[in-house]
């Protein structure tokens, strides 16, 4: 018995210096970098994400994705994504994705496809989940709502970004360097006479120039500033509202049916009969933009992302220049393009928010995702400016751009200064947050759309007489059932007006 007791007790003792021991480790464990030990490995499953953007692949970005881009996120983020691309144009291929209940996230503007919404396409962002898990998103937006993603108080897509949001293609771009041959300069050009005269001086010493193709919106600006300027686009442009001179009023317009529609028209036709314009534009969607690129036009649309952008890649002694003879531009959304999550991805949703709060998290982060690899993919010129050293694109910068980390030491500190302050004198657009529920006019909205890509293309392209054909053509919207839907979307407006406004 005695010498049992003393085994039991010796047993008892060693089971109390294993435990001592045991309780001592942690010490050791907290260096794990030691020269006995490794890191340790992450036992956590990686988050596997699923991109889908509008553009097409090039060699180099799938490559990109495939390696640096996949290695950095995986050591980072514990994320692995795929990254494909669907051709400009193409939302039937994303749709068709969404219906088959693919996983992914997708490039949407919430305000433009107002039936993926009552199909139930979008997950809804959680707010305070944005607040808890992005505060680098946030810094980056620099307190930019969500009032154009959201509809019944949910927020339905991602909007990324931070820009000047107003002079969005309210103005034009112009080659500086072909109105200096001809005696002129960009500084001259203060209205559409003006504009004019430019493009007949031009084209009389460079014959094969193309004055000015594509570009809707800044035509409109050109023959009808004072409409353009007060009008809010709806509707996929069937639908505009007056935010100058009837601020207060849920009325809205048939653009078909405005005189800005009709001074668009007869202005492109004035240009299209002297030679300035052709059907190009109604045959190739990308023809204006393949000619300017190749330094064969005279003027081009403006755009956010150009205002203070002198150069053209690839073109010899190009001086581009912008003009915006508007005191003020309307604000019609504050984003361009959110990010969209679809129901069978939502268990990835605050993954999602943990890459795009991640691309944001430094200026490291942010030029790789847009630009790629310094060194291999953009390189700084002796000014500081970035310089693509690859055709491809990685996220888009138009879409993901944020002052927050853009170096503007390379440019005019005054154009810079005009450039951000640019939305302080713009007007929010009336309509901001309103989202249009086809549903109702389905049938309608079909039948519209394909009267206005055989018929109404040609008179905004200046092909078509509007004095003497355009009756016909009106004819055919308004049996197509354009009052039918004119008037069902004054209904829902007004009534979102009385509850918003």
Known sequence: MKKLIALLLVAAMCVGLLCACAQASPQKAETPNSENESAPQKTEEPAHLRIVMHGDAGARNTEFYENEFAAKILEELNITMEIEYVPWGQQAQVETMLAAGEPICYMAMVDQQPGWIQKGYYTPFDETKINELMPNYLKARDGIGYECVSMN???????????TYGSQQCGIMVRNDLLNAVGLDYTDIKSPADIEAAAAAVKEKFPDITVFPGGTKCWLTTFAPDEAISLGYLGYDKIVCDDESKPDSDQIVSWYESEAFANLCRGRREWYLKGWITENDLVDSKYF???WNAGNSLFRYGETLRLYDHALAGVEGADVRYINYCDYSVITRNYDWGWAVSPTAADNIEDYMRFFDWLYASEE??????YGVEGKDWERDENGAI???TPDLFFYEWQHGASLYRDFSAYDPDEVAEYLAFDEKSIVSKSVGFIFDNSAVQNELAMINAVVTEYVKPFEMGVKDYDSEWPETLQKLKDAGLDTYVAEYQRQFSEWWAANK
């Open 365 to 370: 982060n942010y030029l790789f995702c847009l």
């Open 289 to 291: 933009n393949s000619q």
């Open 153 to 163: 108080g949910e927020i339905l897509a991602l909007p990324v970004g931070s820009m």
């Open 387 to 389: 310089v693509k050293l």
